[in-house]
């Protein structure tokens, strides 16, 4: 079954009639308000859970979006701004179906306080957790390391850490490289990369603990990428395999 056909029936409303739907201009407009609050809740809802990446906006490890870039999206940049506002308090508000959460915090992208939402569960979007611990101190991460292949040394040495082509994070792991050797992906890859967490949080470049998958995760900076600045050190792990009981 496509995607479409999956999807509620009141997304799949002729897109021409939506900013009359929504909008308390216009001829089509239901009788209660909770109608339009209903349309609107499950479109936000449908972005936020499952079509960020879809609609290039950035999301946070912990399911956080810029709200500006929500406003500014596809699916509501038809919607007058003190509308949009006031249906996002709406929608926000405690005791309501499926409603999402909302907070102010620091965004790299604009070197200030900045408004944040995100749907409360049932996301998509891989590698993604709600429980997501944010690190504001160095001391709560005393480590963080990125593991990759020699060949690929070379190119992250100039521009920096990438963020992964699945899910648009860069992944650290809190532990050694002879840890990460045995716990983590570090068998594939024999260079460690150790960020200076400090560094990194000073930069204003936010760091995710996710309490699930064991690891740290991060959009990186304005670029996507943590530099090579922010680099403590490299190491090259050998470990050596000796057998001591084969039988």
Same mark, same amino acid.
């Given at each position: 079954?496509?995607?479409?056909?999956?999807?509620?029936?009141?997304?799949?409303?002729?897109?021409?009639?939506?900013?009359?739907?929504?909008?308390?201009?216009?001829?089509?407009?239901?009788?209660?308000? /909770?109608?339009?609050?209903?349309?609107?809740?499950?479109?936000?809802?449908?972005?936020?859970?499952? /079509?960020?990446?879809?609609?290039?906006?950035?999301?946070?490890?912990?399911?956080?979006?810029?709200?500006?870039?929500?406003?500014?999206?596809?699916?509501?940049?038809?919607?007058?701004?003190?509308?949009?506002?006031?249906?996002?308090?709406?929608?926000?508000?405690?005791?309501?179906?499926?409603?999402?959460?909302?907070?102010?915090?620091?965004?790299?992208?604009?070197?200030?306080?900045?408004?944040?939402?995100?749907?409360?569960?049932?996301?998509?979007?891989?590698?993604?957790?709600?429980?997501?611990?944010?690190?504001?101190?160095?001391?709560?991460?005393?480590?963080?390391?990125?593991?990759?292949?020699?060949?690929?040394?070379?190119?992250? /040495?100039?521009?920096?850490?990438?963020?992964?082509?699945?899910?648009?994070?860069?992944?650290?792991?809190?532990?050694?490289?002879?840890?990460?050797?045995?716990?983590?992906?570090?068998?594939?890859?024999?260079?460690?990369?150790?960020?200076?967490?400090?560094?990194?949080? /000073?930069?204003?470049?936010?760091?995710?603990?996710?309490?699930?998958?064991?690891?740290?995760?991060?959009?990186?900076?304005?670029?996507?990428?943590?530099?090579?600045?922010?680099?403590?050190?490299?190491?090259?792990?050998?470990?050596?395999?000796?057998?001591?009981?084969?039988?």
């Amino acid at each position: 079954m496509s995607l479409h056909r999956r999807l509620p029936y009141i997304l799949r409303i002729p897109r021409q009639y939506h900013r009359r739907f929504l909008s308390t201009e216009g001829t089509w407009n239901p009788e209660h308000d /909770a109608a339009r609050y209903k349309f609107f809740s499950t479109r936000l809802n449908y972005l936020l859970r499952h /079509a960020v990446v879809k609609e290039h906006l950035e999301i946070r490890p912990d399911g956080h979006v810029r709200l500006d870039d929500v406003r500014r999206s596809q699916l509501f940049r038809n919607i007058p701004s003190p509308e949009f506002d006031r249906m996002v308090q709406e929608v926000t508000t405690a005791g309501y179906y499926d409603r999402c959460q909302i907070k102010e915090d620091f965004d790299i992208r604009i070197g200030r306080e900045t408004t944040w939402i995100r749907a409360g569960e049932k996301h998509s979007i891989p590698s993604l957790e709600i429980n997501a611990q944010q690190i504001r101190s160095p001391k709560k991460l005393p480590m963080a390391v990125y593991s990759l292949d020699l060949q690929s040394w070379a190119h992250v /040495a100039r521009r920096g850490i990438p963020q992964s082509e699945t899910d648009n994070f860069i992944h650290l792991i809190p532990t050694t490289p002879e840890e990460n050797y045995v716990q983590g992906p570090g068998a594939q890859f024999d260079v460690c990369i150790y960020i200076d967490v400090a560094k990194t949080l /000073a930069a204003g470049i936010k760091l995710f603990r996710m309490p699930a998958a064991g690891c740290v995760l991060t959009n990186g900076n304005l670029d996507g990428v943590l530099p090579p600045a922010l680099f403590k050190k490299v190491v090259r792990v050998k470990l050596e395999r000796q057998t001591i009981l084969m039988q």
